[in-house]
């Protein structure tokens, strides 16, 4: 039993711990509405914030659907954005500098009426 113990104690001793540059916050929502079923996230490396949404449930998509997905700054303002058609599944990250607190808003859009949206927790550094 004292050689398990051990080596667990050599497996602990070797993890890395974050360093400062790292930043903090981030994370996935699911918004759920209009049998639509969304996940709006944010994560970051440290220097670069990463903005993705995942398209769980798909409601109707009428004659006209799209996605929005929007890095936004502390100020409310978007810094970064890109429109994706309504296919299912993980939509690509967009990038911006991590140079502050910033969050991805999400949405879908059908037939020009939003059906679902909301935003990631905050990333900051």
Known sequence: M???????????????????????????????????????CSGDNGSTIFADLYVNVRGSLGSSCYVN??????????????TDGCYAGHHPAITYPLNGKYHTVGRVVVNGVIKVGGSSPTTYK
């Open 2 to 40: 004292g050689a398990a113990l051990s080596g667990i104690a050599v497996a602990t001793s070797l993890m890395v711990a974050p360093t400062a540059a790292h930043a903090a916050g981030g994370g996935c929502i699911d918004y759920i509405k209009n049998g639509w079923n969304i996940g709006v």
């Open 69 to 82: 997905i929007f890095i936004v700054n502390s100020s409310g303002t978007p810094v970064e954005s890109r």
